[in-house]
């Protein structure tokens, strides 16, 4: 069953989106930007990249309809491998991304009685095997400073080993990668608990914009699909207490109705 997605990519958050289109919009821009876009006279605009992370289901799915005008491209990670590595390279990095002291940003999606964030871990096992799981977005554990800095914090900052094990973390992904560019028709399919993404940096034109003939320029388009089942339906055995629950992984806010847009919004 498809579970919605709102951060992965340069969409900006709608509620229980089901199918999401990675795809430029005004609102992926940072503010600065927003404001300063006059998307009648820009040509190109610059998306940042992604850094190495995982999503929130267990299979994700992506269909390349378009591409950028440059840039844009994949690169994926095995967990285990990362892991094997940091065992023999980095064994304190191990110890710091295995120790469940982690907070991570819940981004403002949050549900009745719930905090604005959650704590865990970054790599941990199946419950009852031995298998090696990664859950982390770099985005969402450092982007608390509202919670864990100045008087009021709630929350201890980063660590300085924490700092650490996130750049590691990123060293190791980026040497071990592979390195993929969907065509159009494309469709890259990940194990998402063993298998780290990234996405280098893009330029896109912005919409509306026309080629010389006066027909509209072709934009980076890409379709999303998440997918994960219960315990109960065959689903893997996470830690996590959703795992047997009927509407397991995604980002879940309460009894926000689903939808399903037929273009990015
Ligand atoms: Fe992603």
């Given at each position: 069953m498809p579970r919605r997605k709102t951060e992965c990519a340069s969409i900006a958050p709608t509620p229980s989106t089901y199918l999401p289109h990675p795809?430029?919009?005004r609102l992926a821009l940072p503010q600065r930007e927003q404001s300063a876009s006059n998307e009648s006279t820009l040509?190109?605009?610059a998306?940042?990249?992604q850094y190495f992370h995982t999503d929130g289901a267990d299979l994700v799915g992506l269909l390349c309809i378009s591409k950028s005008l440059s840039g844009g491209e994949s690169d994926i990670a095995s967990t285990h491998h990362i892991y094997n590595t940091l065992q023999r390279e980095h064994p304190d990095v191990i110890e710091t991304l295995t120790t469940p002291n982690w907070y991570f940003d819940r981004k403002g999606e949050v549900g009745e009685g719930q905090d604005p964030w959650y704590k865990s871990s970054i790599l941990y096992t199946e419950r009852d095997g031995n298998r090696v799981w990664n859950k982390i977005d770099p985005n969402n554990v450092t982007?608390?400073?509202r919670f864990n800095t100045g008087p009021d914090a709630v929350i201890p900052p980063l660590s300085a080993a924490q700092l650490h094990a996130l750049?590691?973390?990123e060293e190791t992904a980026t040497k071990l990668a592979l390195h993929m560019i969907l065509e159009p028709g494309d469709i890259q399919l990940?194990?998402?608990?063993?298998v780290l993404h990234?996405?280098?940096a893009y330029k896109d034109w912005p919409a509306g914009s026309v080629d010389e003939n006066g027909r509209?320029?072709?934009r980076r388009h890409l379709m999303r699909l998440w997918l994960a089942v219960p315990e109960s339906e065959g689903g893997l055995k996470t830690p996590f207490h959703d795992s047997d629950v009927k509407k397991r992984g995604g980002i879940q806010v309460g009894d926000v109705a689903p939808v399903c847009p037929l273009d990015a919004e």
């Open positions: 795809r430029y919009t040509l190109t605009l998306l940042r990249r982007s608390l400073g750049q590691i973390l990940l194990a998402n608990g063993h990234a996405r280098t509209e320029r072709v």
